[in-house]
C-alpha cells in the first residue's frame, strides 16, 4: 500500500517538528547532548507519537495533513530527546 503525496509531506513536517522538540528536550536535559543525535531521536519520537495519536483517531490540534499534529509529534520529540539525553549523562 503506497502512501500518498498528502501523507509524505505530512511526515517528513512531523518529523521535522519531532526533531525541533528531540533538540529543545535534549537541551534541557544536559549541556552536553549530541546534536545530530538529539534530532534524530526527536523525529523518530515525533513520528511515533504523532502516528499513534492518529490510529487512536485524536483529533490534531494543529493539522500537519493527513491527520497528523504539530503538537503532537513536537510533544513525541520533546519527550524522547529529553529522555534519551538525560539517560546517557
Do not use: C, H, K
Not at 487512536?56 to 509529534?73: H, K, M, Q, R, T
Amino acid at each position: 500500500m503506497p502512501f500518498d503525496d498528502v501523507t509524505n509531506q505530512a511526515i517528513a513536517l512531523i518529523a521535522l517538528s519531532g526533531g525541533i522538540g528531540g533538540l529543545l528536550g535534549a537541551l534541557f536535559a544536559s549541556r552536553q547532548s549530541n546534536l545530530i543525535g538529539s534530532i534524530l531521536m526527536g523525529a523518530i519520537g515525533g513520528i511515533s507519537l504523532g502516528a499513534i495519536m492518529r490510529i487512536v483517531n485524536v483529533e490534531p490540534i494543529l493539522d500537519a495533513g493527513g491527520g497528523y499534529s504539530w503538537v503532537w509529534s513536537f510533544a513525541g520529540g520533546l519527550v524522547l530527546g529529553f529522555a534519551i539525553s538525560a539517560s546517557s549523562r
